[in-house]
Each structure stands twice: as C-alpha cells, then as structure tokens.
C-alpha cells in the first residue's frame, strides 16, 4: 500500500483511520482501509505509536511524545476531487442568522443552505423531478 517505505516501528487505529509509522520517517493514515496518506512528514525520529480514544501518540527519538487528536474535519488548502459519490448528513440551521462560517453548505429534505457570511445564511427550495 505504502511502496518503498520499509522499517514500520508502530501501527493503531482510532474509528476506521489506521495509522502506521516509519522509524526516523513519517506518520501514514488510511481510512476506510483506503490508500494511506503522508499525514506528517519529514524525519522525526519516529519510535512507535498508540491511539488511547480518540487521541494519537507517538513517541519520538529525542524523548518527546506526540500527541493528536481524532477529529472528523478535513481541511484542505487547495482543489478536493471526489471520485464518487460525495455522502453528508442532514443539518439544518435554526434560523437565517443562526451561527455558520460562510462558505458552509448544508441540507435537509426541503432546502439546499448556504452561509454566505459569518451567521448568515440563504436557502433554496429543492424538489423531486
């Protein structure tokens, strides 16, 4: 899955995210058994790793402990291809104002939201064809 890194030191899980070390390299996530990603890179002088709830440890060679923390956001600089279908839950803001960071789309069975602005929010009526 991973071609050309040997000297895996340490592999956990937190939800369906694993993620692998390499000794003195990066830290790799796969989720959904997927292709694993280079979540964090360059020589750290990686010795092994664990997952305790939701939280990632990795020891490194300096003495140090690493620590990060499982969450459901992604943040991307940059174009997101999706290769199939894109699947969300259901959100529906309380209000035109209710709180949201624009850029924000969300759904329910009658309307596609959008926050335009910081708290505000617009709709658009969808239905079957």
């Given at each position: 899955?991973v071609?050309?890194?040997t000297?895996w030191v340490?592999m956990t899980?937190i939800?369906n995210?694993?993620?692998?070390?390499v000794y003195?390299?990066?830290?790799?996530?796969?989720?959904?058994?997927?292709a694993?990603?280079d979540l964090?890179?360059?020589?750290?002088g990686w010795?092994?790793?664990?997952?305790?709830?939701?939280d990632l440890y990795?020891c490194?060679?300096?003495?140090s402990i690493?620590?990060s923390t499982?969450?459901?956001?992604?943040n991307?600089?940059?174009?997101?291809s999706?290769?199939?279908?894109?699947?969300?839950t259901t959100?529906?803001?309380?209000?035109?104002s209710?709180t949201g960071?624009?850029g924000?789309?969300?759904?329910?069975a009658?309307?596609?939201?959008v926050?335009?602005?910081?708290?505000?929010?617009?709709r658009?009526?969808?239905?079957?064809?």
């Amino acid at each position: 899955m991973v071609a050309g890194n040997t000297g895996w030191v340490g592999m956990t899980s937190i939800g369906n995210d694993v993620y692998a070390c390499v000794y003195n390299g990066s830290i790799w996530k796969s989720t959904d058994g997927g292709a694993f990603v280079d979540l964090v890179t360059g020589n750290k002088g990686w010795h092994g790793m664990t997952a305790i709830g939701n939280d990632l440890y990795a020891c490194v060679n300096n003495g140090s402990i690493w620590k990060s923390t499982y969450t459901a956001d992604v943040n991307v600089a940059g174009d997101v291809s999706v290769g199939g279908d894109l699947i969300t839950t259901t959100k529906t803001p309380a209000s035109a104002s209710a709180t949201g960071t624009a850029g924000t789309i969300a759904y329910d069975a009658d309307y596609i939201y959008v926050c335009t602005a910081t708290n505000t929010w617009k709709r658009i009526a969808i239905a079957t064809w």
